[in-house]
């Protein structure tokens, strides 16, 4: 048997290839949209339409299970009326150290899967008192301060438009009520001091964590529409005068699961398909 692609050494061979077992397993030959839960989010999962089929990701080639409380490191094949919908429930994060390839690998698998469109969410800490823990924020924007890039080489991609404007108007025509802001990404595993939190402020961040920037860059290099929600968990660190601890980003995803997922099911009917 010949075997798998490297996602370290051949990218886009790893992706067809990941593509390709996830079509055999759902019985799918392609997917519309993926969406990808971050912290907290998984229990959004089930709103978003009916489960044809789910599996493990670490038995599809080149991915490396989650290794991070809150993130089940699952895919599901889901359908929603005309849209077939992959859904990971759970990521792979760079503080893990099994490389940038191994965080943009699910991304990739879901645009060579087909998929046009992809959402990404996340649980992040806040910047602003009036955003607390349960808000929904549209993500306009990133900072990448991670000191990592998925792109190889002179891949000179352009980021001007990077977080759709038009899935951003969809998405508070459905919630007029969503805040909107710029999504700083540290490395990561450890949070923010506050020194750094007055940092993010001066460079006009609104939100932090520790995900999402990469996968975006990865999603549009191959292509795809994409959209950002952040759901606030916390405070950022100095802000409150308390700690910062990643059982309160659960406990903050686990209130806020009901309106998150609602909000994604509703979403998945209203994005335009096949616009890629």
């Given at each position: 048997m010949t075997p798998s692609p490297d996602p370290v050494r051949d990218p886009p061979g790893a992706a067809r290839a990941a593509a390709a077992a996830v079509a055999a397993a759902t019985g799918q030959a392609t997917h519309d949209i993926a969406v990808v839960l971050g912290s907290g989010w998984g229990a959004a999962a089930d709103p978003i339409g009916e489960l044809t089929a789910e599996l493990p990701v670490d038995q599809l080639p080149g991915f490396a299970r989650p290794a991070v409380g809150g993130h089940p490191g699952t895919v599901r094949s889901v359908?929603?009326?005309?849209?077939?919908?992959?859904?990971?429930?759970?990521?792979?994060?760079?503080?893990?150290?099994?490389?940038?390839?191994?965080?943009?690998?699910?991304?990739?698998t879901a645009v060579a899967a087909g998929c046009g469109t992809v959402i990404l969410t996340n649980s992040a800490g806040s910047l602003d008192p009036s955003w607390p823990p349960g808000t929904l924020a549209l993500i306009r924007d990133h900072i990448n301060l991670t000191g990592a890039s998925p792109l190889r080489g002179p891949a000179f991609l352009d980021l001007t438009d990077l977080y759709s404007a038009q899935l951003r108007r969809l998405c508070q025509q459905l919630d007029p009520t969503l805040a909107d802001g710029v999504y700083v990404a540290f490395r990561g595993p450890q949070y923010e001091t506050p020194a750094e939190i007055a940092m993010v402020r001066a460079i006009g961040g609104h939100l932090v964590g520790m995900s999402t920037a990469l996968e975006a860059i990865a999603a549009r290099e191959g292509g795809a529409t994409v959209l950002g929600l952040s759901l606030v968990s916390n405070l950022a660190a100095g802000l409150t005068g308390g700690p910062v601890d990643h059982a309160e980003v659960l406990a903050a995803g686990a209130a806020a699961a009901g309106r998150a997922g609602e909000l994604l099911a509703r979403l998945v009917l209203a994005v335009p398909t096949g616009h890629r």
């Open positions: 359908r929603a009326a005309d849209r077939r919908v992959l859904v990971f429930v759970g990521r792979t994060h760079l503080y893990e150290g099994h490389g940038v390839e191994s965080v943009v690998h699910p991304v990739r």
